[in-house]
């Protein structure tokens, strides 16, 4: 594999920021739960 190759293309990609941060994600209540189980909250 032409790691230099690979890598070129990852830095090529596009993302949209905006869409990404509105995009709800599935484990954000349970990350949640964990740290406050965690810290002794719950």
Do not use: H
């Not at 830095?11 to 994600?25: G, I, M, S, Y």
Request: hydrophobic share 40%.
């Amino acid at each position: 594999m032409n790691t230099d190759l690979t890598a070129e293309r990852i830095k090529n990609l596009q993302f949209d920021r905006t869409e990404l941060a509105n995009k709800r994600l599935p484990y954000e209540r349970l990350d949640q739960l964990t740290m406050d189980i965690l810290l002794g909250v719950r």
